[in-house]
Each structure stands twice: as C-alpha cells, then as structure tokens.
C-alpha cells in the first residue's frame, strides 16, 4: 500500500534510481558492425548466429537489475519469460542459453577478447576503448 | 549392442569436433524433473498406474541433460532420463532418451542426427519437462498417439524470417522401437508387442510472436520385432456342434510382415489478450494393411488463463478408434455347444474376451479443470481434477475380470511438482 503523503519522496527516488542507472548499451568485439535493437533480440534468443557473414556469441549477465533492463529494453521480456524461454528452447534440442557472467568488467574483457562477442553495459561504464554497436 | 554404435560415434565426432576447439568448448548442464502423485476413485487401474490406491509412478520423471557447444554452429547434446519403465508396469528406465549432434551452417537451418525426439507434438519435444507447460498431465487421449517419441536417425529445421513472424519446416527420418501393450482383463496381465517403426515427416509451423500454427503429415512403416506377422483381419468360423460363431486367427494369406501408419496434424497455440490462450491439436492416425490396427481419431483443447503466478485451465480431450465395429463382433462373440464338449465351449468364449483385448482400441473422452502455480521461475506445482468418460472400450483401462473398460466413469486427483535447473 502507499502512503500519499510520501509520494513526492517516492518519485524523488525513482527519479534518482533512473538517473544512476542510466541506459543500456550493446558492446560488441571490433569486428561487430552496428547492429539494431531487432538484431540484438535474434541473438540473444538464439534465432540468429551469424550476422553479416560473421559467427556472433551473446554474453549474458548473471540475473540483475541490469540484465532487467537490458531484458526490458531489447527484448520487451521479464527475467522469468526468458528463463522459461530458454529452458523450452534448450529442452528441445535447439541450443543453450548465451554464457552468463558475474559482473560488467568480466563482459568488457570477454568481449573485447572473443571474436564475434556481443554484450551489453550500463551506459555509465562505457570506456572509449569499448566498440559500441547499439547504443 | 548395435544401439551404442550410434553413442560411440557420436563421441567420435564430438572428439574431433573439439580437437580443432578445444579451448572453445562451453559446457552447459541442465536438468528436470516431476514428482506427480494421481490417484483415481476405481480400483482398476488407468493409463497403467492410476486406481484408488494413488500412484507415484504415471507421472513422476527425472532427466539431465549436457550440452556441449563447440563453436557457434556445432553442438552435442546429451540427455539421461530415469521413469517407470516402458516396456514394464514394474520398475524403472534408466535410459539415454537424448544423443545428438547439431549443425547450424545458417542462422535459418539446423540440422540434427542421432538419437532425438520426433518433432510432432506442440510439446513432444519438452514433454517430459513439466516445469515448461501449464497442464499437470498433457492429454492422454493425444499424446499416446506415438508410444514411443524418441528415434535414432536425423532432422532438419529450415526457417523463414518475416520480421515478427517465422516459419518454420521440420523434416525427420529414422527409426524407433516402441512396446505396445495390452491388458487381458480374464488373467489381469499386461503384455507386451515389441514393434519397430520406421518412421518419416514433414512439419510446418508458423510462429507469430508467442503464437504457434502447426501442421504435419507423418508415416511410419511398423514391423514385429519377434519377427511374426500381423493380423490383416480376424476369420469368422462356424463349427460344427457350436451354435454360433466366432473369430480365429487368420491363415498365412490374412497375414502380413509390415503394416503402415500414415499420419496427420494439427496444431495451435493462440493467445487473446488479457492472459488468456487456448491450445488445440488434432491426430489422425490411420493404419494401411491391417483392419485391426490402432485407426483412431485425437483431439485436445485447452483454455487457460495467465493470473500471474496462477495459471487456470480447462481441457476437454477426446479419443476414437475407427475401426471399433470389430472389437465389439469379437468382444461381443459367444457360442453355446450343440453337441460340442462345454470345456471347448469355455475355452473359444475365453478366447474372444482375450482377442477383444488384444485390440488396443479406444473410445473415451474427458474433462480436466486445474491450475498452475508458479513457484519461481523455475518450478511450477499444479493440481487437476480429471472425469474420464469411455463408450465401446478404453485400453486405457485395466478392466477388471469378467467387466469391461466400456461405460466407465474415471475421476482421477492429480497433484505434482515440477522444476528444471
């Protein structure tokens, strides 16, 4: 239940919340062009491994509030769907969900390292050195 | 023996496939399981298990399964399953279901060989992973249709990409054993026909976001494995000093060594808005050389309602055996002696009973009313109230001595928990 009279508190906080958490963006190794959000949907539900002639491997987050939004923004999914869309899809035989890993600095090194990776980062841990696909 | 050639070469080639990757090779290990509890209020039991007395063993299933991916388009899979065993009512399979290899050349092309799963089904693939469907039991009525699902030879699925929609085309090819049973009510024992089928199809699916329209056409060339023939049909006799007459086995020339099974179907997976879906699929499975074959007609249909974690549904099943007239010339064949000895009387009315039996024929259908809890992500408990109806007969049913599966009312509680990991 909320209290009316905190209201003005609470989207203060919201407001904060969005501020820091800023946007999500796709990295992708050098050799990855620019892609849109429809691409980017492929292939981290698998539909797609090979995007202009080159093998793409998608890189998961472990469960978070910014696999959330990523999952929210590209993919119009709650975590829960796409667990139970991938759990369907590897139960069928048509492959495995993208490679989890634990934390941003882990998917800017696997990506900057693995021909053909695709990740994602909050806006606010874009380095220079990061090739950006989406944005 | 021969069935480990077909693992051991798999392994091979997954061997040389990581040799040229080793460094590349991700492993994922997933698994799956439902501890279901059925019980009915009769004390005869259906689909093998389910009587008054409540049963573990109709739905209770555990699997994992390994995955291993070499690089982006070549792919191992592995899956280990552990339930009451087929070709038994007692005990349990340890079986390997799954063992594949996967190539991807193309983002729209998969092709799979090895021992996999026929892709028929709108859930044949994932059907024994509760945890992914909403149902506590999917219906018998349709999903008994292949008695077997899992076959050793290859597939390939070729997709079309229309933005929001894809189309896919399934084809499959290869072969299975599959045990067919039937239940003698007079010595309450099941047995059990060991058939090969050699089986082929075509599947096409048009996938509009979560919706799924399917279609396919299937045919299986079926064979004895102990090597007889089938029946073409039952001979009708009159003997001398029997009033009456009844059915024999037929001569070698109502005798064949193969039959086929062409088969056809339908499915749809449709959401309305606000939560609501329904599910329907259609088989029609049909028997070429033989009139005393399984030539029945199947269909489902299931309402539900995604509430959040509950998931409310109701399904209406049906089955039919076409051919039913036969069964009931057999079953319902009785002589009375005219001067043949009363033991050879007894002795050629027992044998239509257990000749009817024989008949795995089929004419019930049923309503079930239950929900769906989603637990977490990952694991659902559902409950279900089922009322199963028969006509003619149900070799669903283990008819009890000197009765019938016929004019039944089966109501059967469900209860089972299902996760995946």
Not at chain 1, 45 to 59: P, S, W, Y
Not at chain 1, 112 to 130: F, K, M, N, Q
Not at chain 2, 152 to 180: I, M, R
Not at chain 2, 384 to 412: C, K, R, Y
Request: hydrophobic share 40%; aromatic share 12%; proline share 4%.
């Amino acid at each position: 239940m909320i209290n009316i009279k905190l209201l003005p508190a609470y989207l203060f906080i919201l407001a904060v919340s969005n501020a820091i958490a800023g946007g999500v963006v796709v990295i992708g190794h050098a050799d990855v062009g620019k892609l849109d959000a429809a691409t980017v949907q492929k292939i981290f539900t698998g539909k797609l491994i090979q995007v202009e002639g080159i093998e793409v491997t998608a890189v998961n987050l472990k469960p978070g509030p910014l696999r959330d939004r990523f999952l929210q923004t590209f993919l119009n999914q709650t975590e829960d769907k796409y667990t139970i869309y991938w759990a369907k899809r590897l139960f069928v035989g048509k492959g495995a969900p993208p490679l989890e890993l634990s934390n941003t600095a882990d998917v800017i090194k696997f990506v900057r390292s693995t021909p053909g990776a695709i990740g994602y980062v909050d806006e606010a841990d874009v380095l220079p050195e990061v090739h950006v696909i989406v944005r | 023996m021969k069935k480990y050639f077909v693992y051991r070469a798999l392994i091979c080639i997954v061997m040389l496939l990581s040799g040229r990757a080793v460094l590349a090779v991700d492993y994922t290990f997933s698994g799956y399981g439902t501890v279901g509890y059925a019980q009915s209020d009769q004390s005869y039991s259906y689909q093998r298990y389910i009587n008054k007395s409540g049963t573990f063993m109709r739905d209770t299933v555990f699997g994992a399964q390994l995955d291993a991916r070499f690089n982006p388009e070549w792919t191992a899979t592995v899956q280990a399953r552990l339930a009451p065993a087929q070709g038994s009512d007692n005990g349990w399979d340890a079986v390997v279901s799954w063992a594949f290899l996967s190539y991807r050349p193309a983002n729209d092309l998969l092709i799979r060989a090895g021992k996999l799963r026929v892709p028929f089904y709108l859930n044949a693939e994932n059907m024994d992973v509760g945890a992914t469907y909403v149902v506590a039991r999917l219906p018998n009525e349709l999903y008994s249709v292949f008695p077997n699902m899992d076959f050793t030879g290859a597939s390939f699925v070729k997709s079309w990409d229309f933005g929001d929609n894809e189309l896919d085309l399934d084809g499959y090819w290869g072969q299975s054993n599959a045990p067919w049973r039937s239940y003698s009510r007079d010595t309450a024992t099941p047995s059990w026909l060991s058939l090969k089928a050699r089986a082929k199809g075509l599947l096409l699916s048009w996938h509009r976001q979560d919706d799924i329209f399917r279609v396919g056409v299937h045919s299986a060339e079926l064979t004895r494995n102990d090597g007889l023939p089938f029946y073409i049909n039952f001979t009708q006799v009159t003997t001398p000093g029997i009033n009456g007459s009844y059915y024999t086995a037929p001569g070698p020339s109502g005798q064949t060594a193969s039959a086929t099974s062409p088969t056809w179907n339908l499915g749809a997976d449709v959401g309305w808005g606000h939560g609501f879906r329904t599910l329907g699929e259609y088989v029609r499975r049909t028997i070429k050389g033989t009139a005393i074959g399984p030539d029945t007609e199947s269909f489902y249909i299931t309402l539900l309602k995604d509430a959040g974690d509950w998931t409310p549904y109701v399904t209406y099943a049906q089955i039919k055996s076409k051919n039913l007239a036969i069964y009931q010339a057999v079953n319902g064949a009785r002589v009375a002696s005219q001067g043949a000895p009363q033991s050879v009387i007894d002795v050629i009315n027992a044998t239509q009973r257990g000749t009817a039996d024989y008949l795995t024929m089929y004419d019930q259908y049923s309503w079930a009313v239950g929900t769906s809890w989603a637990v977490n992500k990952s694991s659902k408990i559902k409950a279900e109230w089922m009322a199963v109806h028969t006509g003619v007969t149900s070799s669903f049913i283990d008819a009890p001595a000197g009765g019938g599966s016929g004019n039944q009312l089966i109501n059967v509680f469900s209860l089972s928990y299902s996760f995946l990991f």
